[in-house]
């Protein structure tokens, strides 16, 4: 096949060998006429486009002239120019109808405003100077359009695997451009190798349309024999399409999915949510029972459950599922499942059984009341007792303290320690979250336990008269036991934090010589006994001598004070016999007569009472 401007270069051949015949021929053939026009011009459509025609070298007088070649072979002439001296004078002969319509400008280029894909063609310039001959150039103009968003209709039916030969798969629509474009067909981003006769396995068919605009638009039809793995494929085509200067764009259309029919090939049944990894589940909950069948559309399930080695149809529906609410011990069993799919292969096993278990457990029992009293020292034995299955496990702890595993509790040589609350845990170790658990408080019964916080000694040895001191007492024991002391004061008995089953009371007291002789005794007392402890000082020393010191100063103190009121007194009376008598030694005691006050003042002084 030729190219399309295949007659444009036969016709250029002939020219230019008489070009070279006639330039061989004559030495100064530089004054003939030459053009410089582009062979091939292109632009996007719509675009306006100039094609060049200029004649080489001086001439004060020619005539260009510009011709249409249209389909026919006919050159009608669009537009001509004379050179007058420096100007050119333009003319337009035939527009042809063009709208816009042709155009030449000053240097006698022709223009072309808005180019449409009409516009494609050959355009002759022919120029003639007279002596220096006549000169012909032809200028090809392609226009480009770029096509419409790529469009694909796919194939709304359900198609079937088991079709032995190619089906319609999809349309792709390119519209509006100019060349025609290209379209390729694609699978999960693959490009579909497809020929274009028609094959069993696939083919492609085009049909390429010219429309009223002179526009081109393609239309592909894709066509497929297939697979069961197509159920998950993609598919999409692409429209591939030229620009100017030999480049390229492509479209690609939206993807899409088809619904295909397929036989049943495997068929699965489970417990759904919730069941544990060994495959249990508790009692109570809601079980779902799942059957999915791999066949396209979905084929009908039948659900089951086998006694006696015979069905018991529980439902039937499409979806492929069993609701059990509130799920019992007695639904333990063989359930199952059947595919109803009279398209599978003979040798499919279409049915598929489980075994459903129900892991359940029951309320523990004790050997023992809720509240156990034991006396002081003795022993017990306590057992705890489940039905469940699996096979639970038991645990005992008391105040989340592990004791040992196993039904029966031990308990020897009781002591006041051992009260408290003990329990029994069930758990099941394959149904983690399925336990249960049952308790018993101990109570010891027994004669009070007594402890005091004993007397620290002074740090000089010896306790003196008048010491303060705070006694503590702490005792425990069932009943509670009273705690008592020997001398009135006594706190009332509280229990002491973060120390169970005891109780305090304290005595705050002044140290006396009678409480170093005989001590004070507090005392723990229930109805199982008693316990004293008597508190002892040891040697507590008198307070005499520091009484006297005392004593003492209050006697100065007050000399002191009467000294003060003479003084103040014999200001008073400045140069009275008070004060002359202040000079005299030895004067009687005139107290009532006036005499100074001083005087006995001064006895009091020297003769203090010790």
């Not at 100007?87 to 223009?111: A, I, N």
């Not at 295909?260 to 417990?271: A, N």
């Not at 639970?392 to 592990?402: F, M, V």
């Not at 020897?412 to 069930?426: K, L, P, R």
Request: hydrophobic share 35%; with cysteine.
């Amino acid at each position: 096949m030729e190219p399309p401007d295949a007659p444009a270069q036969a016709r250029g051949a002939p020219r230019l060998l008489l070009l070279a015949v006639v330039l061989a021929a004559h030495p100064d053939a530089q004054a003939e006429v030459r053009l410089s026009v582009p062979p091939l011009v292109e632009v996007m459509r719509g675009k306006s486009v100039i094609l060049d025609c200029t004649p080489t070298g001086t001439h004060d007088h020619y005539m260009l002239e510009w011709f249409l070649t249209d389909r026919s072979g006919a050159r009608p002439r669009l537009a001509s120019a004379e050179m007058q001296g420096s100007e050119l004078q333009v003319t337009m002969h035939d527009t042809r109808g063009r709208s816009p319509p042709y155009q030449l400008d000053s240097q006698g280029r022709l223009v072309l405003a808005e180019a449409q894909v009409g516009d494609e063609r050959d355009y002759v310039c022919v120029v003639r100077a007279g002596a220096a001959g006549t000169a012909e150039a032809t200028a090809r103009l392609s226009v480009f359009a770029k096509p419409e968003a790529t469009e694909v209709s796919p194939n709304k039916g359900t198609l079937s695997v088991m079709e032995d030969s190619a089906q319609e798969i999809a349309t792709c629509n390119s519209r509006n451009g100019n060349p025609a474009p290209k379209i390729t067909w694609y699978r999960n981003g693959q490009r579909l190798e497809v020929p274009v006769e028609m094959n069993p396995e696939g083919y492609m068919t085009s049909r390429t349309v010219r429309e009223a605009s002179g526009l081109l638009s393609l239309t592909s039809t894709l066509y497929l024999r297939l697979r069961k793995d197509d159920r998950d494929a993609s598919f999409h085509c692409a429209a591939h399409y030229s620009l100017p200067e030999g480049r390229h764009g492509r479209l690609d259309s939206p993807t899409f999915h088809l619904t295909l029919h397929y036989p049943t090939e495997h068929v699965q049944f489970w417990v759904g949510s919730p069941s544990t990894p060994a495959g249990w589940v508790r009692e109570g909950d809601t079980v779902q029972l799942l059957c999915r069948g791999d066949g396209s559309p979905s084929p009908e399930y039948t659900l089951f459950r086998l006694q006696d080695e015979q069905e018991e149809v529980l439902n039937v529906n499409l979806e492929g599922n069993l609701t059990l609410e509130g799920v019992t011990r007695g639904q333990s069993g063989t359930y199952g499942c059947r595919v109803e799919d009279y398209d599978a292969a003979d040798d499919v096993q279409l049915s598929k059984t489980l075994e459903l278990r129900v892991a359940y457990l029951d309320p523990l029992e004790l050997s023992e009341r809720k509240v156990l009293s034991l006396p002081l020292n003795s022993s017990a034995v306590v057992n705890c007792s489940v039905h469940g299955l699996p096979t639970p496990a038991l645990r005992w702890t008391k105040d989340s303290t592990p004791l040992g595993d196993g039904p029966m509790l031990s308990l020897s040589s009781i002591t006041f320690d051992s009260n408290g609350t003990y329990v029994c845990e069930a758990s099941l170790p394959t149904v983690p979250v399925l336990s249960r658990t049952q308790n018993f408080t101990l109570l010891v019964q027994g004669s009070p336990e007594l402890k005091t916080a004993e007397i620290e000694p002074k740090a000089d040895g010896s306790w003196r008269e008048g010491d303060e001191v705070t006694l503590i007492c702490s005792a425990r024991g069932h009943p509670d036991p009273k705690l008592s002391w020997s001398q009135l004061g006594g706190s009332p008995a509280e229990p002491i934090p973060g120390r169970q089953g005891w109780v305090s009371s304290s005595l705050t007291l002044k140290v006396t010589s009678a409480l170093s002789r005989d001590g004070i005794s507090c005392e723990a007392s229930n109805p199982h006994g008693n316990k004293r402890h008597v508190f002892h000082f040891g040697t507590v020393s008198p307070q005499t001598s520091q009484a006297g010191v005392a004593v003492m100063a209050v006697a100065v103190s007050v000399g002191l004070l009467l000294l003060v009121v003479a003084v103040f007194y014999c200001m008073r009376r400045k140069g009275g016999p008070c004060c002359r008598q202040r000079r005299e030694k030895g004067a009687p005691d005139l107290l009532g007569s006036g005499a100074c006050p001083w005087a006995q003042a001064d006895i009091s002084i020297r003769s203090p009472v010790l």
